[in-house]
């Protein structure tokens, strides 16, 4: 069975900032993993955390903007973004690295390389996309850190025990990455 996706809003009832997203998951799965985020004081958006704890969880809704998309459609979230101008602080909560995400997953490219079908006989259609996804996420994940590090670097707040954090967290994002790409190039198989 395909995966099929749906785009989503989530915007705050106070000021009219909404992020919007794209889940395979069922969409209450994925309001609920921003909720218990958002309730944790430990949502990775900033600006959307500060609303939350400024204007409560009263004052946010989720809208289902459009469901049942196929692969090839999942990039309507950049539309999405774009009409809403949610990458504009003033406006939304998406940054332009959740836009470029988004935008990043467009091209389809039509049958495998050979070197990716020899790395596995049980690559389905449309799963070496989405490893080229999950990699290029985690790319966009190291590149928040670093700015997230050097963020934490330029306030000085006990520098020592946040950079120790910071590269701790850098270092496992690298040793995923890592990992994903030997699994995908196949390294250390017979």
């Known amino acids: 069975m395909e995966h099929t996706y749906t785009i989503y809003a989530i915007r705050c009832k106070a000021n009219g900032r909404m992020y919007i997203g794209r889940t395979k998951q069922l969409l209450e799965e994925r309001v609920k993993a921003h909720l218990t985020l958002l309730r944790g004081g430990k949502h990775t958006n900033k600006l959307m955390q500060e609303d939350y704890k400024k204007y409560g969880e009263n004052n946010f809704q989720c809208y289902e903007l459009e469901t049942e998309l196929t692969f090839e459609d999942r990039n309507k979230e950049c539309f999405y973004m774009d009409k809403y101008k949610t990458c504009d602080s003033k406006y939304g ?3 332009r690295d959740n836009h470029s995400r988004a935008r990043g997953t467009i091209e389809i490219i039509k049958g495998l390389p050979e070197n990716i079908v020899k790395w596995s006989d049980t690559v389905q259609e449309g799963d070496e996309n989405m490893k080229e996804y999950e990699i290029d996420c985690l790319k966009n994940e190291n590149q928040r850190l670093k700015k997230q590090n050097k963020e934490l670097k330029e ?19 690298i040793i995923t990455l890592i990992s994903l790409i030997i699994v995908k190039l196949g390294i250390g198989k017979s």
């Open 93 to 95: 909560y998406n940054t």
């Open 155 to 173: 306030k000085q707040k006990t520098p020592l025990i946040l950079l120790g954090i910071e590269l701790g967290v850098l270092l496992c994002q």
